[in-house]
DNA sequence: TGTCAAAGTGAGAAGTTCTAACATATGTTA
DNA sequence: TAACATATGTTAGAACTTCTCACTTTGACA
């Protein structure tokens, strides 16, 4: 059960994860380092290459085990309010923000360009299912029974919205062009605008 | 002149903008390496060094003369339009876009999470004005004199939704989400709602 | 119990950023 | 116009990276 100095960690793979979570968030993922990750978790700097090909493959593996906590926040957030109601959207919307601005190192590392040496099909994957998520929304919304184009449509014009009111949020912080308004108000808003 | 193999280089700094700006682009911010800048300008290792602090700055020189680009593309886009016409509120997101898509590399080193190690007042400022191009169509729109609170509010929900719009293309390209949408089309839609 | 695969280690190759000491042009100024 | 100060290069190298290789340790199971 690695008492003290175990030379097999028990859980190497998932400590390194976390390691590797735990800097992107304060250091930034462009600073990342494996041997810092290394040194955290109390091995070599060889040892993440027994659980995974490269750098890469490790902030993969960050990014889809933050993606699942972001689809699963944004369900549970949408359960507080009834099916089909306006609010559900706004949830999402405001859980989807919460998430960049709670674990701004993870999203980015999702979003914000490392895409071309992060191109790995489980994160498009992953990106379609919480799209789907919205989209299903969208559709009660509008009264339609199936995803038509125009649901697809709206779907798209509020995630662009969201997504990228996070990027900006992220990275000013409400403090400095968002304080001025309540995040609530803005996302109730673009809401209705869009599926008037 | 730096006829062929001139000690001095004639102009070194604006050569590694160069070459950074391209490399940027060809391998993505995030593999960018000074020591391939010095490689494409022909020139040592050492040799940045006498011109920029550090690699960031070299990257910073790179985001600030495409910002000055990019905002040069807007204004003169604006100027096709009357002054006033909702056109021109359409013609800067179209323009915003176009940056995003035509040059992933400088924008995604501008908003996509460089901004943990870029932090320069300069920025900032750029950013700044841009937005305010933006404020004072909306706010002619409104038929609004000045920058009032409401068309804060609403140039901020246009700016976040072409913000989020250009991440999207970006990252995925029209082919993926958007080539079913005509990108004109969208962003007329969403100023009109915006600006109702 | 013995063997084998899994999961560690240390050493080191190749590449990175950046500094220090040195070399060479350029342009004032005596 | 010679000489010096300064700007702009270079080479060498220190300290760091990522990742590989050959090796060791350990747990599992035949």
Redesign the interface.
């Known amino acids: 059960m690695a008492e003290k100095k175990a030379y097999h960690h028990g859980d190497l793979r998932a400590a390194l994860i976390e390691a590797t979570r735990q800097l992107v968030e304060e ?5 990342f380092s494996v041997s810092d990750a290394c040194r955290l978790a109390g091995v070599s700097t060889a040892a993440p290459y027994k659980h995974f090909k490269d750098k890469n493959e490790m902030l993969v593996a960050v990014v889809l085990e933050g993606m699942a906590r972001h689809r699963a926040n944004m369900l549970s957030a949408l359960q507080e309010f009834p099916e089909g109601s306006p609010e559900r959207i706004t949830a999402i919307g405001m859980e989807y923000v919460a998430f960049a601005m709670n674990e701004p190192g993870v999203f ?2 999702k ?7 992060i191109a790995d099909p489980r994160l498009e994957e992953g990106g379609q299912q919480s799209f789907g998520i919205l989209l299903s929304e969208v559709a009660k919304c509008l009264g339609e029974s199936r995803i038509t ?1 125009e649901v ?2 709206r779907g ?2 509020l ?10 949020l992220r ?1 000013r912080g409400l403090a400095d ?2 304080e ?2 309540d995040l609530h108000d ?1 996302l109730k ?2 809401s209705e ?2 599926l ?1």
């Open positions: 250091k930034g993922p462009d600073s980015r590392l979003f914000g360009g490392f895409t071309d040496r184009e697809r449509r798209f014009l995630w662009s919205f969201v997504h990228g009111l996070s990027f900006i990275d062009k968002g001025e308004f803005l808003d673009v605008r869009m008037k």
